[in-house]
């Protein structure tokens, strides 16, 4: 099994920035590809970005090109979401999620889901 520990979600002022971390542990041998989606209230779960282990690859929604960045920390097995510029319409619960097949693979069905972390921006 693998296990994802989200951390760095925080209130935070719109237009401001900050980072999310998650920490892979157990088989990560297993993991080929992590990413974030996330969960607003009342909406449903959506794919934000991921990133492939290997070569860096990366992909991400619309709505967040630009602002976000994902990155990997291959020798700590974690995963960050920069983000910047962030807007009222980014709060949500962020989940990153981790899948053994592809950056495509973990952004239709991830393998392996954190419990997440509260986002939450202010205008």
């Known amino acids: 099994q693998v296990h994802l520990v989200e951390s760095g979600g925080e209130l935070v002022q719109a237009g401001g920035s900050l980072r999310l971390s998650c920490a892979a542990s157990g088989q990560t041998f297993r993991i080929y590809a992590m990413g974030w989606f996330r969960q607003a209230p009342g909406k449903e779960r959506e794919f934000v970005a991921a990133i492939d282990w290997s070569g860096g690859s990366t992909a991400y929604a619309d709505s967040v090109k630009g602002r976000f960045t994902i990155s990997r920390d291959r020798p700590k097995n974690t995963v960050y979401l920069q983000m910047i510029s962030v807007k009222p319409e980014d709060t949500a619960v962020y989940y990153c999620?981790?899948?053994?097949?592809?950056?495509?693979?973990?952004?239709?069905?991830?393998?392996?889901w954190g419990q997440g972390t509260q986002v939450t921006v202010s205008s």
């Open positions: 999620a981790a899948g053994r097949t592809s950056v495509a693979g973990v952004r239709a069905a991830p393998d392996y």
